[in-house]
């Protein structure tokens, strides 16, 4: 496995995110958990879902 990623920061948080292992399905539970909720000025938001692949698109809002 290559350890060198471009944003190692992102690379981490997504990991704290999923209980380590990265997945799809385990950050879409983690931001349905997490919308709405303003921590430190910023916002996570769904922002509607692509009716096509019927994913959901996710923006952060600076709220602050």
């Known amino acids: ?3 060198s990623f471009d944003h190692p920061d992102l690379h981490n948080a ?3 995110a ?5 997945s799809a399905s385990r950050l879409g539970y ?3 958990a997490h919308r709405d909720r303003i921590v430190s000025g910023i916002q996570l938001r769904q922002d509607g ?5 019927k ?10």
Do not use: F, P, Y
């Open 1 to 3: 496995m290559n350890d």
């Open 14 to 16: 997504l990991q704290l």
């Open 18 to 22: 999923c209980k380590e292992r990265i």
């Open 30 to 32: 983690w931001l349905r």
């Open 49 to 53: 879902t692509d009716g096509h692949s």
């Open 55 to 64: 994913v959901t698109r996710w923006i952060v809002l600076n709220c602050g």
